[in-house]
């Protein structure tokens, strides 16, 4: 059978319509492998111990910033975030032992904070690309962690925190990079919009690539 052909009108019109949608967007760091494996060990671990009503799922990583914002703005927020990057310079980030927020939540303690931190102050300059209105702004990770539980019962909380603050746990990974995902209206599953290699090149060659 012959394949009815839409008509131009309406393929510009579902582009437009897509452009005008929201999606979600998360700026992260990620861990290697063989990290992510022992953090998600960790994870399993605690949901077994205390029966918890889910284990965390997905690949662990380190949120820098949260926001919603309309497809149509994408491209700019990417061509912002490259250079961001084009001029930071890769770094190492230690893990050791955990933490919580009483009374419902347990974490990897990120011990090197003071990078993320500089990083995310770079990100925040990009906040106006990443707010869509006055109920949809931003939200900046100030105080990176890896969580290992979360929306815990009295008694998890309780117990576990009990075991946990007396439990070892390191490990490390450098940062040379940002991934940059994307979650559309109706879907579970992030995507990867792109990954921004941390290249430390100086102001006047970033803004070369820029303009060029």
């Known amino acids: 059978m ?3 052909i839409k008509p131009v009108s309406s393929v510009l019109n579902e582009n437009y319509k897509n452009q005008l949608s929201t999606n979600e967007y998360q700026l992260i760091l990620s861990p290697h492998e063989e990290l992510g494996n022992k953090i998600r060990q960790a994870r399993a671990a605690f949901h077994e111990t205390y029966e918890t009503s889910s284990v965390l799922g997905g690949k662990p990583n ?3 910033v949260r926001f919603t914002q309309l497809a149509l703005l994408e491209e700019r927020i990417v061509q912002r975030l490259r250079t961001i ?4 310079c890769p770094f190492k980030v230690e893990l050791k032992d955990f933490g919580s927020l009483p009374t419902h939540s347990i974490f990897i303690n990120v011990t090197s904070k003071l990078p993320i931190r500089a990083l995310v102050k770079e990100v925040r300059e990009a906040q106006r690309l990443m707010k ?3 109920e949809h702004k931003p939200h900046f990770i ?3 962690n890896l969580l290992i539980a979360r929306g815990l019962l009295p008694w998890q909380y309780e117990k576990g925190w009990l075991e946990y603050s007396n439990k070892s746990f390191t490990g490390r ?3 040379d990079g940002m991934l940059l995902l994307r979650r559309r209206a109706g879907d ?3 995507q990867i919009v792109e990954r921004f290699t941390f290249q430390n090149l ?6 070369g690539e820029l303009f060029a």
């Open 2 to 4: 012959q394949q009815a």
């Open 62 to 64: 380190l949120t820098l």
């Open 85 to 88: 990057a084009m001029g930071y």
């Open 132 to 134: 869509l209105d006055k």
């Open 142 to 144: 100030d105080e990176p």
């Open 173 to 175: 990974f450098i940062a």
């Open 188 to 190: 579970k599953a992030w």
């Open 202 to 207: 100086p102001v006047t060659t970033r803004q």
